[in-house]
């Protein structure tokens, strides 16, 4: 028997099934990279959705929460006779069913409403608000263009506040700015 082996011999791979070609380090390396850099874009986009999800929320409930509380505020201005004293953080009103208070508490951020000795939390995480009294405009005079009133001769209640929420940390999410001017109806 001949041992001899020709060059084409040679050249033969020994396991024909290792011939499989595979990846280099720096190929694995180069797929590694560009893997881990799309992960990390999902992976902020999620985060920012999320963010902007938590946002819209928290400024919908906001905003629902400042519509209730001026809704009750505007209807019992509405139906009041008469403002019994103001400042800048209380209101009194009083009304046929009796007094009616507005009293804001800045260190706790809340607007409180009471009427006959049962006080009702209104709002939560008001940042300032402010209560202004107005007399009747007179004839001719230009759009919104009140005088300053006084308790005896006021006519239109104002008020203002604004209310902020934190969402992620420190960041705060102000969107609940509220105005308006409620006339008394019963005076």
């Not at 694995?28 to 929320?57: D, N, P, Q, R």
Request: glycine share 8%; aromatic share 10%.
């Amino acid at each position: 028997m001949d041992c001899k082996l020709t060059n084409r011999d040679r050249l033969k791979p020994a396991f024909p099934a290792a011939n499989v070609s595979g990846h280099t380090l720096v190929e694995l390396m180069v797929g590694v990279a560009l893997g881990m850099l799309l992960l990390a874009g999902v992976t902020s986009l999620y985060i920012f959705s999320v963010k902007s999800f938590a946002s819209m929320s928290n400024y919908f409930e906001l905003n629902g929460k400042n519509r209730y509380a001026s809704d009750i505020v505007s209807r019992d201005i509405r139906s009041a006779s008469a403002v019994a004293s103001v400042n800048s953080t209380n209101l009194v009103l009083r009304s046929a069913k009796g007094d009616v208070t507005y009293t804001f508490d800045a260190d706790a951020g809340t607007l409180t409403r009471a009427q006959a000795g049962e006080a009702r939390l209104l709002l939560k995480g008001v940042d300032w608000l402010n209560f202004s009294l107005y007399e009747r405009p007179p004839n001719g005079s230009g759009y919104e263009q009140f005088p300053t009133g006084t308790p005896a001769t006021a006519k239109l209640v104002a008020f203002r506040w604004s209310c902020s929420r934190k969402v992620y940390g420190t960041q705060k999410d102000t969107h609940g700015l509220e105005a308006a001017i409620v006339k008394l109806r019963n005076k």
